[in-house]
Structures are given as structure tokens and as C-alpha cells.
């Protein structure tokens, strides 16, 4: 149970909630706070304590994820499959399987639910498959489709990303344990990247190394596009690659910049039916197992 769902459990405290903005260009989020439902004396006296405690011990026991009812003076939704669970379902297994080194594939999803304050925090449960053997598996993905701050369009952070049963201990993303060279504002590809002053950070994905990694790849495209759009991308897909260039400052040898786990993709690509894209993910973690960060822009050239 990650510390905002316990603390928001424990504690019954009357501050107004503050509904999310979705904002192309936001202003830096303040320091967490922690928002809770607010009612009067007399709704105090007509909530059912045990109706209350059964709710206070669905959500902290599951994490937020198997909730089965949703009473007016909760802070969770009922969200279930929409463009945007699909996609950070998607994301949250990708987190998963950079981690671990495992290839889930995404099926479905099962159910999701929804917490708003300033921003949505989604508790999502995945219907996935292990193709090794084609197993079911049952996956749990928390993701917060955070404010944006250096010039994104998107920001999503993982703070859950666990086969259902096991990884108990979760914890907050914390921005400050992320290395100050992933902090600068979102730009687009300098035209002398790959032979100025800097030209070791980066690294020109080849072709056969592309194919190799076309799944994530693929997906990075996705986010890309759905950072402009928020929708059903099916009419879009699949991509065609064109050009990948990745820029880390991990010292590693080029062909292993791909594998950095803080990294910044630069991306062109042709969407099904010729639109023509440019996108950026930036990839950052902060050093806690289920964390990870993306920041993503997206431009078309039509």
C-alpha cells in the first residue's frame, strides 16, 4: 500500500478536493499534498461506521485495486476499460518488464478504478499473458497521469507495477532522487547532436536493433500520440519507424544506451494512414523498485 492511499485511509480530515486539470502546459506541481473528502457534522452522523470501516479495509488491504462498492465519501472512482487505463496498463507492464526482464503481453483489462485530486491516479487490474507459455496472468499497475512541468504534453509515473500477490511494499515517486540532467525542459533534437560537444550521450538506434525492440519501441510511438490525443488509437496503428536517436548520460558502451534506464528517446515515425510524427519519451527513474517516469511530446509534420 503506497503512504498517500494509508494516509488518506487512516485519517478522516475535512479539506475541500481539488479536481484535476488537464493542461497542455501546466505550471510545476506544488510540494504532495494530501486531499480528502470533505462532508458536514450531519453527513458524519448518517455514514454507517461499518459501512465505513468496510471501505477504509477494501482499500488499504488491496492497494486500491479490489474495491467492490463506492460510497459518496470515498476518494475512488470506478473507471473500468478506457482509452486511457489501456494505455497506462500498457505502460505500467512495460515498467514490469524493463525491470524484471520478462515479456507480458497485454490482453485486457479487468477493472480500474480512479482517485482525483490535482491530478488522477489510476489502480488498474490486468488481464496479461506470459508468452513463454502462454499463461495467464493476472497484473496490477498504479499510474499517475501527472502534472506537466518541462514542457511535455504528458507525464505518467508508475508507482505500482507487480504480478497480483506479491510486491507488497510500494512507495511514493520521489522527484528529487532524479538525476538533474533529466530535469531541463522537453526540446527537440538539435540538428549537430550526433557530432557536437556532446555527441558521446547519444546514440543512433540501428535498424536491425529497432526490429529487435519493436514492442517497446512501438509502444514509446503510442504514448507519443496519445499524449496529443487522449483516444482510441486503433485507426493509427501500426507504426512505421523511421529514426531513433536515444541520449543518456549513463556511461555505457552505444549499443547498450537503448537498455539505460534514464534516457531520453528522440523518435520519427509514419502512423497508419501517413501521418507523419515526431515524438519524445523521456525515461527516468528514481532508483525505487515500480518507479518510473515518462515524459512524453508528440509533433506532426503534415
Not at 16 to 23: A, G, Q, S, V, Y
Not at 182 to 209: F, H
Amino acid at each position: 500500500m503506497h503512504d498517500v492511499m494509508l494516509y488518506e485511509a487512516k485519517l478522516w480530515v475535512d479539506e475541500p478536493p481539488c479536481r484535476k486539470r488537464k493542461l497542455e502546459e501546466a505550471p510545476p506541481p506544488p510540494p504532495p499534498i494530501v486531499y480528502y473528502t470533505t462532508f458536514s457534522d450531519s453527513d458524519e452522523e448518517e455514514i454507517d461506521p461499518v459501512e465505513r470501516e468496510r471501505y477504509r479495509k477494501q482499500v488499504v488491504e488491496s492497494d486500491g485495486f479490489d474495491v467492490d462498492f463506492f460510497p459518496a465519501y470515498g476518494w475512488l472512482d470506478q473507471s473500468g476499460s478506457t482509452p486511457s487505463t489501456v494505455m497506462l496498463s500498457k505502460v505500467g507492464l512495460h515498467c514490469y518488464n524493463f525491470d524484471k526482464g520478462t515479456n507480458l503481453q497485454f490482453r485486457s483489462v479487468q477493472k480500474a478504478n480512479e482517485e482525483y485530486a490535482c491530478f488522477a491516479m489510476y489502480y488498474i487490474t490486468v488481464e496479461a499473458m506470459d508468452p513463454f507459455d502462454d499463461s495467464p496472468v493476472t497484473f496490477q499497475t498504479s499510474v499517475w497521469d501527472a502534472a506537466t512541468k518541462s514542457n511535455e504534453s504528458s507525464r505518467f509515473i508508475t508507482n505500482v507495477s507487480r504480478i497480483k500477490g506479491t510486491e507488497k511494499e510500494t512507495s511514493l515517486w520521489d522527484h528529487d532522487a532524479v538525476d538533474e540532467f533529466y530535469k531541463d525542459d522537453i526540446a527537440w533534437l538539435e540538428d549537430d547532436a550526433l557530432t557536437g560537444s556532446d555527441k558521446l550521450q547519444y546514440y543512433e538506434v540501428k535498424e536491425s536493433e529497432m526490429r529487435d525492440n519493436k514492442e517497446w519501441l512501438h509502444l514509446y510511438a503510442e504514448v507519443v500520440m496519445f499524449s496529443k490525443w487522449a483516444t482510441d488509437l486503433s485507426a493509427y496503428l501500426p507504426v512505421k519507424m523511421k529514426r531513433v536517436v536515444v541520449r543518456t548520460r549513463e556511461d555505457i558502451e552505444s549499443s547498450m544506451k537503448l537498455r539505460s534506464k534514464n534516457a531520453t528517446f528522440y523518435m520519427s515515425f509514419t502512423a497508419c494512414g501517413g501521418l507523419q510524427c515526431r515524438g519524445i519519451v523521456r525515461r527516468t527513474t528514481d532508483g525505487r523498485p515500480q518507479n518510473m517516469s515518462f515524459q512524453v511530446k508528440c509533433w506532426t509534420d503534415n
